[in-house]
């Protein structure tokens, strides 16, 4: 199986490559990336497809480190097979599910069970993430090395924080012993008492009740000082706040091993947006204000958020048109996400090598999976973006089963046109 991908522009923040390249693939695996590749001497070694990239963007496959794919349990709301399908489509080639399915994956039997249906229904690679605690309860902690042993990537029991720092520090030991990520979902529960929206004019104008931004960063200090202490590291899911970003920065600065990721909707979205009363504006964090959307930004400039996630949380009709005090929280992002990022590099906040890393090549760092380069013998995982193509979001024609998407009806700029796995095409479509 040879594959010859024609003059695109290579950008692989990994090699630090920006040029009009062509990269041959030869069974699945990056085998030669040059300026000019002979076809007449290559064709003599066997048959051989090319596509023309014709100057599109080709980059190191996108990955999604923060998803919920709901299979086991909701598959309602999403599937492996539906949420890979999505991925894909959104130029993603590796996507990390997290615990909060039903059973919760905290055991063995639901991560091999995740693996075994990727492997089976799956368009891209899965990386489950294991629950931190049993049943995501926060008192007891799983079996780290067991679930490592059956294909985990990492711990978290996003969707809850931990709320015991005691258990969240034996967690950072194990997993740093382990060389496994933990993922941590910062919400003090007592300040954001249930709170559905930021905590502010906004909010109490339109008469919402109101977590404030603090909830998020006093989480966000104790675990950086529990990295600092018991020298390990940590990866802050979901940053929304100011805050956030600046105490991120300071321990940074300091030499403690955190990092962090953000989503789209903290950069494009701010609390104003709510007073649509939409449901599918309500998240955690909740959308904050637009200073807090500023300092995402530069947050994401300076290399203080070292990734964009989706946190992709598919929710059904039912439970999304109803009052909002009753509606589930989270919007889904897979098949925006990048049209969205790539807004940043129109606004000169990100390179586009900048958006690349911190859409693929520091999650597969973070995640400690392969992935995030386009270096000679790796799986030929690849996305091509056509950054001038305009399209208009209509969430009844994404892959996703869940319809819960903010930015219905709007015009979006650039996409992903080709999808690659191992050198499979797992997604095509205008090019
Ligand atoms: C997520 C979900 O629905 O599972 N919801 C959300 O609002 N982000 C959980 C989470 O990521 O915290
Ligand atoms: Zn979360």
Not at 218 to 226: E, N, P, Q, S, Y
Not at 282 to 292: G, I, M
């Amino acid at each position: 199986m040879r594959l010859l991908l024609k003059g695109g522009r290579v950008i692989d923040p990994s090699q630090n490559i920006d040029d009009i390249l062509d990269i041959l693939i030869v069974n699945g695996k990056i085998s030669l990336i040059d300026n000019k590749i002979d076809i007449s001497e290559v064709k003599t070694r066997g048959s051989i497809d090319s596509v023309d990239i014709g100057g599109r963007i080709l980059v190191p496959g996108l990955i999604d480190m923060h998803t919920h794919l709901r299979e086991p349990g909701f598959e309602y709301k999403e599937t492996i097979e539906s949420g890979t399908k999505a991925a894909v489509a959104g130029g993603f080639t590796a996507i990390a599910c997290m615990a909060n399915t039903s059973p919760v994956n905290d055991n063995r039997s639901v991560t091999e069970f995740i693996l075994t249906q990727a492997a089976r229904t799956g368009r891209a690679r899965v990386y489950p993430i294991a629950a931190l605690t049993r049943n995501q309860e926060g008192k007891i902690l799983t079996e780290f090395a067991d679930l490592k042993d059956a294909g985990a990537t990492g711990f978290s029991d996003d969707g809850m924080p931990v709320t015991d720092s005691g258990i969240m520090r034996c967690a950072l030991e194990y997993a740093y012993s382990l060389d496994m990520p933990v993922i941590s979902h910062c919400e003090d529960l007592g300040l954001a008492r249930g709170g559905m929206m930021n905590e502010g004019l906004v909010c109490a104008e339109l008469g919402l009740t109101a977590s404030p931004d603090i909830a998020e960063e006093i989480m966000v200090l104790r675990d950086i000082i529990l990295a600092r202490y018991t020298h390990t590291r940590v990866h802050i899911a979901h940053v929304s706040t100011a805050g956030s970003v600046e105490a991120i920065r300071a321990a940074k600065a300091s030499g403690i091993a955190v990092t962090a990721e953000t989503a789209p909707h903290y950069f494009t979205l701010s609390e104003e947006a709510l007073r649509s009363f939409s449901t599918n504006l309500k998240v955690y964090p909740p959308l904050r204000s637009e200073r807090d959307l500023e300092a995402i930004k530069e947050g994401l400039a300076d290399g203080t958020i070292d990734a964009i996630a989706s946190d992709h949380a598919p929710h059904s009709s039912i439970e999304k048109e109803v009052e909002f005090d009753y509606a589930a929280t989270g919007l889904i992002g897979l098949e925006t996400s990048l049209s969205l990022s790539l807004r940043l590099v129109e606004e000169g906040i990100l390179s586009m090598s900048g958006l690349i890393k911190k859409m693929s090549t520091n999650p597969a760092d973070i995640l400690g999976v392969s992935g995030g380069s386009l270096r000679h013998g790796l799986p030929a995982d690849i996305t091509v973006i056509d950054p001038e193509v305009t399209w208009t979001v209509d969430a009844a024609r994404f892959h996703s089963k869940s319809r819960n998407c903010p930015y219905q009806g709007m015009q979006l700029r650039g996409r992903s046109v080709m999808t690659m796995v191992g050198g499979e095409i797992k997604y095509r479509s205008g090019l």
